[in-house]
């Protein structure tokens, strides 16, 4: 996978300069040529092959083919085996209260790299030559929780985007088997087949079409990006690339070594491929079935924990997607002549914090989400609108390493809950 990865970002390097070496000869029906070959969206068009977007898309599709299910048969079969209610209750406070605490320290360390930059005028980029875009309408993020409990079972099972939906459906399950325990054999029985066979499913797309999938993933994201969208957005991708690449190597490091007295170094070694799956995908529910097998059989965490903790993390633990936001918002403020005082940044950092929550676990998600925290900022004129253009224009990148930090922040609140829970194999961790 790391090959792939390399391998990806040096052909998309390489196919931006050939975009931009054509475009400048007065070429531009040989890069529109090659771009209708190799890179077209197909959907809703009728030329074109495509050929690297549809190999990503195969493989995206198949990932996400079994996030509802797996998310379902694992938490359910992890209420199953949790004999003892009060272990569940600590279980949970602890997960909450790890996502918590990560979410604040990441809140506080964007909010303060935000304006730092700010004040420093990194942000006051002309933004002129970009057209605007609709943004999406605000939504209040509090309806994460009214979605939690779904009206319609079978709704839930057919949309990836009520994942917490499922988890509080599988948890219920889950529970009641254990409660009336060998009057329920036959759905227990079905649950376990059904995990065995989604996890041989896994083992072979992720094995064998995995390394494929990343290399035409990577490249085709950074070959549709032309300098033109690069150049005025230098100054957020730069602030929010740095910011997210201090906490991913050192944030959760620190977070492991503080909270489990653990050495961080095997975490941060074995947790790597998990960031590259994520970068490449750009979707945490894409990704969740590698965290779950990393965490579960190199970082030692009890499977019942990991079970319970990852689907739930996916869901509402997006600390990559928070700093993102609070970036964004401080750089669309600054560049559209907003105010920008340390009591605004915290309240954008509340807003971040709630509406990330509701981020659905699905690739250019956050930067629609954005839009709740700019239309609770207010942040609304003209000019914030085209510097909310520009970002939707060429987020993608930032939110492929934005997800790295979603995935392994969820990993990192499991290895420290299953210590405190004795659910923890030392010895498979400095293995």
């Known amino acids: 996978m790391g090959i792939a990865l390399g391998g990806g970002l040096l052909a998309g390097m390489l196919f931006i300069f050939l975009r931009e070496y054509l475009l400048g000869a007065g070429k531009e029906n040989v890069w529109q040529t090659i771009n209708l070959i190799l890179f077209q969206d197909i959907n809703g068009s009728s030329q074109g092959l495509g050929i690297f977007y549809i190999l990503g898309q195969l493989f995206v599709n198949a990932l996400q083919l079994v996030i509802i299910p797996m998310v379902f048969t694992s938490i359910a079969l992890a209420m199953c085996h949790i004999t003892d209610t009060k272990k569940l209750g600590r279980i949970s406070y602890k997960t909450i209260m790890g996502f918590l605490a990560t979410s604040i320290f990441a809140l506080g360390f964007a909010g303060v790299l935000g304006f730092v930059a700010h004040k420093a005028g990194i942000f006051q980029v002309s933004i002129s030559n970009i057209t605007a875009a609709a943004g999406s309408e605000g939504r209040n993020p509090l309806l994460v929780i009214l979605e939690a409990v779904p009206n319609n079972i079978a709704g839930a ?13 599988a948890v219920v399950t889950g529970l009641i088997i254990h409660k009336l325990e060998d009057e329920i054999v036959i759905i227990k029985k079905i649950l376990v087949e059904l995990n065995k066979m989604i996890t041989v499913f896994l083992g072979f797309v992720i094995t064998k079409f995995g390394p494929v999938a990343i290399f035409v993933l990577i490249t085709r994201t950074f070959a549709i990006y032309g300098i033109e969208h690069l150049k005025p957005a230098l100054a957020y991708v730069g602030i929010v690339t740095v910011a997210l690449l201090i906490f991913l190597i050192v944030g959760y490091a620190i977070f492991i070594l503080i909270a489990t007295r653990l050495n961080p170094i095997p975490f941060v070694k074995k947790i790597a491929k998990v960031a590259l799956f994520g970068f490449s995908t750009s979707s945490s529910a894409s990704t969740l079935p590698l965290n779950t097998q990393t965490t579960v059989n190199e970082l030692g965490v009890n499977e019942e924990v990991a079970s319970f903790i990852l689907p739930l993390g996916m869901t509402i633990n997006m600390n990559g997607t928070a700093i993102m936001q609070v970036i964004a918002a401080i750089f669309i403020a600054s560049s559209a002549g907003y105010e920008v ?16 929550i509701g981020t659905p676990a699905a690739p250019g998600a956050g930067a629609i989400i954005l839009f709740t925290v700019l239309t609770g900022m207010g942040y609304q004129n003209d000019a914030a609108v085209l510097a909310y253009s520009l970002i939707l224009a060429i987020n993608r990148p930032v939110e492929m390493l934005v997800t790295s930090l979603n995935v392994v922040g969820d990993a990192a609140t499991a290895v420290v809950v299953a210590k405190s829970e004795g659910a923890f194999d030392e010895e498979t961790y400095y293995k």
Request: charged share 5%; aromatic share 6%.
């Open 157 to 169: 099972f057919t949309q990836n985007g009520k994942v917490l939906a499922i988890v509080f459906l």
């Open 341 to 356: 005082t340390i009591g605004k940044i915290i309240t954008i950092g509340l807003l971040a914090l709630i509406a990330s």
